[in-house]
């Protein structure tokens, strides 16, 4: 059974940084494309960041500079560090997995909130 578990949230002051965490379980984890998305009260959910299973990385142009996504396939674990945090990124971040057979899992999600 595939489960994503995300950790690392947290309240945090403008300027600062947060790691962000998931693991990811069922046997998929070296054979997926990871991915980090969030979702700001009354709006949609919208793409973050990928890994590729060759470590590729792509960024959103909002968070480009800002965050990092890496992923330690010997902890089965996908992370965005997020530096220089602003209140408006302040949301739901959540873990996306596409697995080799085209299945995508999700995450339950960590709650990100930057004050001002």
């Known amino acids: 059974q595939v489960q994503l578990v995300e950790s690392g949230g947290g309240l945090v002051q403008a300027g600062g940084s947060l790691r962000l965490s998931c693991g990811v379980s069922g046997n998929i984890f070296s054979r997926s494309v990871l991915g980090w998305y969030r979702q700001a009260p009354g709006k949609q959910r919208e793409w973050v960041a990928t890994i590729t299973i060759g470590d590729s990385t792509t960024y959103a142009a909002s968070v480009k500079g800002r965050v990092t996504i890496s992923r330690d396939n010997s902890q089965n674990t996908v992370f965005l560090q997020m530096n220089t945090l602003r209140p408006e990124v302040t949301a739901v971040y959540y873990c996306?997995?596409?697995?080799?057979?085209?299945?995508?899992?999700w995450g339950q999600g960590t709650q990100v909130t930057v004050s001002s």
């Open positions: 996306r997995a596409t697995a080799y057979d085209g299945l995508i899992y």
